[in-house]
């Protein structure tokens, strides 16, 4: 489950301040103070906490030292039993450790804060990158819903598209009451819904977000269109629920994901509708998977990663969001090399045709025209001559005669080049030969950045 709901605004009561003050009451001020350091942190964090802690106990009480105070002896002590027996988290156990110690009033001392830089190092060496949960795609969606045949699968499927359009943690999906989910229906398609997130891990406060997606069954999208519509996922869930006798303040999910609805469930039945769904690497997939797909769809469609910070509901601080969308970012990456080419060869163009010869080189047909016959300057362009044609500007002709020891001929219309469009790999120098057809480029086809000429 997620965070505490917000409370109620209530004004203070002087009186139960009192009450609390009166030494008969010791047992409820020790459960308000329980209370207090609980929500020190999220609810999934003081899970993890309680459950390092036990275990730093466990074995320092087994090795005969003192939980606390924290010594150097315990931290050595108790990372390298953890590190031997193979825990990839060892460092976050003696994070804990050392913030319980601090709360039970203890500090380290400047040895034993160097002891726990050195024990941690030790513990990163080699540790490798961690295994993360593989995103659900579009294609796992869809997939899941084409192969319901059941109302609850139904159910479930429309569930998962939902938390990953709303880039939903786990707990925020399990928590979700059918009043924090509304849909409004248009006349040209779904319309839109609403979901808002009453509490969250970063939202302390309980203050609640709220955030919008549209219809996405556009007529060119197809059936794809159709079964990951986030607005139809959420009308048919709600209808569903209806149908179940749920009201305002029932949970969305119901009992979709068990009987103790939680994340934990979430994640089984998540991974045994993917199985069945024929999706290879089922049990790769976990309560994360939701959340970080939704972020590379996000990505794919062109949001940058402040876009999707925000939608997604994250601290501005946090790294979350750049692990979520990086394979997404690099999914064009065997085009970063031309662009960046490209990119360079526009920098240097913009500094003169004079410069960007001496910035990119000359070619070795250009070598090859330079060392040419000089009979050949001032004839006319044949069909055997090449030159090399950079963008060309005004006075195109005059720069060919000059830097390359090639004339052109007054009309190239006689060579059937009326109004040649010269297509070049941006401002790249390209190397062209003259036909009765035009000028035809030698050389790998790219991207084309269109010149217009006329007669030169």
């Not at 048919?236 to 068990?258: E, H, M, P, T």
Request: proline share 4%; hydrophobic share 40%; glycine share 8%.
């Amino acid at each position: 489950m997620t965070d505490s709901p917000a409370r109620p605004a209530v004004r203070g009561d002087i009186r139960k301040v009192r009450w609390y003050l009166n030494p008969q009451n010791c047992d409820a001020l020790a459960e308000a103070r329980r209370s207090l350091q609980d929500n020190e942190f999220a609810v999934s964090t003081t899970k993890s906490a309680r459950s390092r802690l036990k275990l730093w106990s466990e074995i320092c009480r087994g090795l005969d030292l003192p939980p606390f105070p924290v010594t150097t002896e315990a931290l050595e002590s108790v990372g390298a039993v953890l590190k031997a027996s193979g825990y990839r988290s060892a460092v976050s156990y003696l994070d804990t450790a050392v913030s319980a110690n601090s709360r039970k009033g203890f500090t380290l001392t400047q040895v034993q804060r160097e002891a726990l830089r050195r024990i941690k190092r030790s513990l990163k060496r080699g540790l490798g990158a961690p295994r993360r949960a593989r995103p659900v795609t579009p294609a796992d969606l869809y997939a899941m819903s084409r192969n319901c045949r059941r109302p609850r699968e139904k159910m479930r499927s429309d569930a998962y598209t939902l938390a990953a359009w709303f880039l939903l943690r786990g707990g925020e999906l399990c928590c979700l009451r059918m009043q924090d989910v509304i849909t409004n229906g248009s006349s040209k398609g779904c319309g839109w819904v609403e979901v808002t997130v009453s509490s969250s891990k970063v939202d302390i406060q309980g203050l609640g977000q709220t955030r919008k997606h549209g219809c996405g069954c556009a007529a060119e999208a197809g059936a794809l269109g159709r079964h990951l519509c986030p607005v139809r996922a959420a009308g048919d869930l709600l209808q569903a629920r209806r149908a179940q006798g749920a009201g305002q303040s029932d949970l969305l999910v119901g009992d979709l994901f068990g009987a103790d609805t939680g994340k934990d469930g979430l994640k089984e039945v998540l991974r045994d509708d993917l199985a069945a769904a024929g999706i290879t690497l089922a049990r790769e997939y976990s309560m994360h998977s939701l959340r970080r797909g939704g972020c590379q769809i996000l990505a794919r469609a062109g949001l940058d990663r402040s876009q999707i910070r925000a939608f997604g509901r994250w601290a501005k601080d946090s790294s979350c969001v750049d692990i979520y969308i990086e394979d997404a970012l690099l999914a064009r990456s065997n085009t970063f090399a031309k662009e960046g080419i490209s990119a360079e060869v526009e920098i240097a163009d913009e500094a003169g045709w004079q410069g960007a010869r001496r910035a990119l080189g000359k070619s070795t047909e250009e070598a090859d025209i330079e060392g040419s016959d000089a009979d050949d300057v001032g004839q006319p362009i044949t069909e055997d001559t090449v030159v090399i044609v950079v963008p060309p500007i005004p006075q195109a002709s005059t720069m060919l005669r000059r830097d390359c020891g090639i004339a052109v001929s007054d009309d190239l219309q006689n060579y059937g080049a009326r109004n040649v469009r010269a297509e070049a790999e941006a401002e790249l120098a390209v190397v062209w030969k003259c036909s009765v057809d035009g000028l035809c480029p030698l050389g790998i086809e790219a991207r084309s950045t269109t010149w217009e000429w006329g007669a030169v």
